[in-house]
């Protein structure tokens, strides 16, 4: 596996992406893990990262390893996910969530956005979202420009929210996502594989901070063919 600036560490690669096989159900209760040299091999990685993983995962109550037996699978109901809030899988089930930024600017509001947020100014990010590897969506995030003057692209992580927690002390606690029929925007760039103006489905969420204020609005428009929006009732 390929790591670049602002991505997770590999070792928490490796469990997110167990984690949201769990969640999908690809992974399931007391299922048995192939013999870790196996699994390195398979995942591309050293046997000592996949232990670190399996390590975080034990950590989080979803994976009991037994001396002499093997690593089995704990589904629990809240795995502290960093993408606890990602509702977009492959078709096949979860697939590892990956970023590249198109742009970051510190712009006025757009006038078609929902209000939000206390500064007449917002930070634009841009991104092309991959799930393991494969082109699912584009995202356009608005972050209301009163937690941070500038917003340096290679200061973002992967995972905003977590950026949010560690760099602002901000903290999505909620959203509401509302999800439509729209148009690719016409900034869309040729990797994504449709044209500006063709139909495609989109999501529009508004994310809560800690103190209750809509600090966030994003436009996430993905591509049906390769991902679904999964939203788990518990």
């Known amino acids: 596996m390929e790591s670049h600036p602002g991505s997770l560490p590999i070792y928490l690669q490796i469990t997110e992406l167990l984690v949201r096989d769990i969640a999908a159900g690809r992974l399931v209760d007391g299922e048995k893990l192939a013999p870790e040299r196996d699994m390195a091999a398979e995942l591309?990685?050293?046997?000592?990262?996949?232990?670190?993983?399996?390590?975080?995962?034990?950590?989080?109550?979803?994976?009991?390893?037994?001396?002499?037996?093997?690593?089995?699978?704990?589904?629990?109901?809240?795995?502290?996910?960093?993408?606890?809030?990602?509702r977009l899988e492959l078709i096949q089930g979860g697939g590892l969530p990956t970023a590249e930024i198109i742009d970051v600017e510190?712009?006025?509001?757009?006038?078609?956005?929902?209000?939000?947020?206390?500064?007449p100014e917002g930070h634009r990010i841009r991104r092309i979202r991959r799930l393991s590897g494969k082109v699912a969506a584009l995202e356009e995030i608005w972050l209301d420009g009163s937690y941070a003057q500038a917003i340096a692209p290679e200061d973002l992580s992967e995972s905003l929210y977590l950026y949010y927690r560690t760099r602002l002390n901000l903290w999505i606690v909620r959203a509401e996502d509302r999800i439509a029929l729209d148009t690719v925007p016409e900034w869309a760039p040729p990797v994504f594989g449709h044209k500006p103006g063709a139909p495609i489905a989109h999501v529009l969420r508004m994310s809560q901070a800690q103190d209750g204020a809509v600090a966030e609005v994003s436009h996430t428009w993905f591509d049906h063919s390769v991902a679904r929006y999964v939203s788990r009732l518990r």
């Open 44 to 86: 591309g990685i050293a046997v000592g990262t996949l232990r670190k993983a399996l390590a975080e995962l034990q950590s989080r109550g979803l994976l009991e390893r037994v001396q002499g037996s093997g690593n089995y699978i704990r589904a629990i109901s809240d795995p502290k996910s960093v993408y606890a809030m990602f």
């Open 106 to 119: 510190r712009l006025d509001k757009s006038g078609d956005l929902p209000k939000f947020g206390f500064s």
